[in-house]
């Protein structure tokens, strides 16, 4: 089952993709090659017929990111 994401959680990267939008989506870039290459060539197979593939990839990040605190929080 996946964890729960709550409003905080999306609050929380609202305001560091509007602080750093660039430098965040550079650190997700790497975090996905190493953490989840497959979810990264899904991201990429999925903007290559987008007509905007940066929304696309953005969206993947922020879903994954979003996911990935809240089942840090969960385990806790």
């Given at each position: 089952m996946l964890p729960v994401v709550t409003a905080?959680?999306?609050e929380s990267l609202e305001e560091v993709i509007q602080g750093s939008s660039?430098?965040?989506k550079r650190e997700m870039v790497h975090h996905l090659k190493e953490d989840n290459p497959e979810v990264n060539s899904l991201?990429?197979?999925l903007a290559q017929?987008?007509?905007d593939a940066k929304k696309v990839?953005?969206?993947g990040y922020l879903v994954y990111k979003a996911l990935e605190i809240a089942d840090?929080?969960?385990?806790i």
């Open positions: 905080d959680i999306l660039d430098e965040w991201l990429l197979n017929d987008s007509p990839i953005l969206a840090q929080i969960q385990d």
